[in-house]
């Protein structure tokens, strides 16, 4: 395996360990990209990132920064500033760490499968869709130029189990989404909280790719919920992420395709079309099926 | 994508084994193929993937005549037209939305698909009757090496093989009991070869015997 | 309550008993542990319930079971009224017991596989998809000669525990990257089983048969 030489890919904050991961006094090798890092941490908890040199010592030290119960590095000198989201500081939140799963997917089908509502009836039956009510709503999507961000808004789809508390409860009720992909690998959604109006639940996924085709998923979140214990929220989202990972790690071709006639897409999937021409329009390479030329 | 696959007919399974309102993956020279059989027992074999978003369409569900894509819960008729996409239930689906099927027809109890662009391979128009299913071994060795063992006769399936139409084999010159070889190459290091049998003797438990045989031959084939 | 079930939704050893209990249509409190990333199993409480740190346990009033193969046939020996799910006729019970012992055992290969592909654990990846490959290869080979006389199950004219045991990290060995590519038998065996009645699916298998 060797590092890519994408600068789109190398100039991006990336996720590789969660808050609690590394036991202090000891060391977490990974990889980023195609290069092998290490994280290691002291006793007092300090943590430092080195690549891994080909002697298997520590090679060219890397930054590391922690957000969102996870900490970042980069590869890049001039990387993508990583988002603001207020609600993981309100003091009202539960900000659950749910670790992390790995997958040997595209980083971008994971964003897409994120964005995407037309599979809730089939993948997540009788959670957060029923085979009743499959009908995904015309909603917006826009490219946000002040940040840079593609954000699908006035999404709607009505769900028999939204989240912990919903299950709980019984019933079943319309919950209302924005998505909000804040980089090629992050994206998160914002939804309608069970019996709150005025906010939303924050629910992020940060993704590390290894390399073009396996990836590291990170699920932290910011959410309204004082009823449910932390062991079931992190399981309600296990649940979810483990059903997503059998069709992420059964797409093909692994790589995305960029030209528009090797996949058909639908009116519900524009948020998926705008991700994609996004991704075209800053000249990213890694993780994207090159076509032969004719 | 260019389809550069060769005008041959490759086996994909047993008849037998492919049951009513299934779906099932198959692999033929790298190459991922989605086996499926309706209600009404036709069987089709398409590219495992879905034209939506890619997705396998051999982790779908059959019901009537249709198969349902996992994902998002598009369905298609045995002829590959998408019926149906749930997410706009108003819609009929356009015409150009439908699967890349491939030609496929039962012979001596066996399934074959051809993957060539446009297959003009003969076939033989006529099945033989009486063929009863064995069962099909997957074996981690190249296709060569099992075509070099059943023609050397040495093992536990013995001699008198002899090569067929489709580069398979036979035992058996007479009318008596014969027994058909179909292999199916899988990538460079894997194939299966699919096994029946026909015969005056038709009790089970002769395809029982022949089916431990051929697990015993597996073992003597991956040893070498 | 009389029956408590420490569960962890995802684990797949917990599945087993939660479909036995299901198909028996028996009522029980689920414990949720925090297996992953809490390693709550390993801790000094809960190794007081099992020393051996590993989940399910099951408690039925006063008595205390660990490991989901003798869950199962505790289950089947004290609630099942038909005696299907655990015959006692000498001619199946032992295969029954046999093929009990191998979902403990050569099957969970499948559930290391899994382990380190989905939650990173350590371990020599190589040889536990072999292993897996190796004992898919045995209950293939075994359910083609029954699939030969007509028969579904593993052993006997209905489903048993042994069918039960065996299932889950067989449907689940995907998560593990092994595909059931090369089993067609056992294909057939995991879409008879997903249409029992009372059977429910967990993340990681398709709920449509």
């Not at chain 1, 300090?46 to 060219?60: A, V």
């Amino acid at each position: 395996m060797s590092v890519t030489d994408d600068p789109v890919a190398l100039n991006q904050w990336i996720a590789c360990a969660y808050v609690g991961q590394v036991t202090p006094g000891k060391s977490y090798d990974t990889a980023m990209l195609g290069q092998a890092i290490r994280i290691s941490c002291a006793l007092d908890g300090t943590c430092t990132c080195h690549e891994i040199g080909d002697d298997g010592g520590p090679g060219r030290q890397l930054p590391l920064t922690q957000r969102f119960e996870i900490l970042f590095t980069t590869l890049g000198d001039t990387p993508r500033q990583l988002p603001d989201i207020p609600e993981f500081a309100e003091a009202d939140r539960r900000v659950a760490n749910c670790a992390s799963v790995g997958l040997h997917a595209s980083p971008f089908r994971i964003v897409e499968n994120f964005l995407d509502m037309a599979h809730f009836c089939f993948v997540h039956k009788d959670i957060l869709g029923s085979m009743e009510k499959t009908e995904v709503f015309t909603y917006k999507t826009e490219h946000r130029k002040d940040v840079d961000e593609i954000w699908a808004t006035d999404c709607a789809f009505f769900q028999p189990a939204a989240s912990t508390s919903a299950a709980e409860k019984g019933g079943g009720q319309v919950t209302y989404y924005k998505y909000r992909v804040m980089s090629p690998f992050s994206v998160m959604l914002y939804k309608t909280v069970y019996g709150n109006a005025e906010r939303d639940d924050a629910i992020c996924l940060f993704i590390q790719p290894k390399s073009e085709t396996e990836c590291i998923a990170y699920m932290p979140m910011a959410i309204l919920d004082d009823q449910s214990t932390m062991t079931q929220i992190i399981d309600f989202q296990q649940t979810i992420f483990l059903q997503d990972r059998i069709i992420l790690e059964n797409q093909r071709p692994v790589l995305l395709p960029l030209t528009p006639s090797a996949e058909i897409p639908t009116k519900a999937d524009v948020s998926s079309i705008a991700f994609r021409r996004w991704l075209k329009g800053m000249g990213m390479r890694f993780g994207i099926l090159q076509e032969q030329a004719a | 994508m260019q389809n550069s696959h060769p005008d041959r007919w490759v086996p994909v399974g047993l008849e037998a084994q492919f049951m009513p309102a299934s779906s099932h993956p198959v692999v033929v020279d790298g190459f991922g193929l989605a086996v499926w059989r309706g209600e009404n027992g036709a069987i089709q074999v398409w590219e495992d993937r879905c034209p939506h978003r890619g997705m396998r369409l051999s982790f779908g569900f059959v019901e009537g005549n249709s198969l349902t894509c996992l994902y998002h819960g598009w369905t298609y008729r045995q002829n590959g037209q998408c019926s149906s996409i749930p997410a706009h239930p108003d819609l009929d689906p356009p015409g150009t939305i439908c699967t890349k099927s491939f030609v496929t027809r039962c012979h001596r109890g066996t399934v074959f698909a051809n993957l060539a662009p446009e297959p003009v391979s003969g076939f033989p128009s006529v099945d033989e009757a009486g063929w009863m299913p064995v069962r099909s071994v997957y074996l981690n060795v190249p296709e060569k090496r099992v075509r070099e063992y059943i023609l050397a006769g040495q093992g536990t399936l013995g001699p008198g093989f002899t090569q067929t139409e489709f580069d398979n084999y036979e035992s058996g010159p007479d009318a008596g009991d014969r027994t058909a070889i179909a292999i199916q190459p899988i990538d460079d290091n894997h194939c299966a070869i699919h096994v029946t049998r026909s015969g005056r003797d038709t009790d089970i438990y002769a395809s029982l015997k022949l089916a431990r045989r051929l697990v015993r031959a597996r073992r003597e084939i991956e040893a070498f | 309550m009389a029956l408590k079930l420490y569960n962890y939704t995802l684990s797949g050893s917990c599945y087993k008993v939660r479909l036995l209990l299901d198909f028996l249509d028996l009522d029980y409190e689920r414990i949720p542990v925090d297996f992953f990333p809490g390693k709550e199993h390993k801790t000094l409480d809960f190794l007081d319930i099992n020393p051996l740190g590993q989940i399910p346990v099951l408690e039925d009033g006063p008595m205390r079971l660990r490991d989901a193969q003798a869950i199962l046939a505790h289950l089947a020996n004290s609630y099942d009224e038909t005696g299907h799910w655990l015959p006692r006729a000498p001619a199946l019970f032992g295969p029954v017991m046999m093929w009990l012992m191998f979902a403990g055992n050569e099957i969970m290969a499948a559930s290391a596989a899994r382990l380190h592909d989905v939650l990173g654990y350590e371990l020599d990846i190589e040889a536990a998809r072999a292993n897996a490959h190796a004992a898919f290869r045995v209950l293939d080979d075994h359910l083609t000669e029954r699939a030969l006389i007509g028969k579904t199950w593993i052993v006997s004219d209905h489903p048993t525990i042994a069918d039960i045991a065996c299932f889950p990290y067989t449907a689940l060995s995907g998560d593990g990257g092994i595909g059931h590519e090369e089993y067609p038998a056992m294909r057939n065996w995991m879409r008879a089983f997903r249409r029992l009645p009372g059977f429910n699916a967990v993340s990681g298998i398709p709920e449509f048969a």
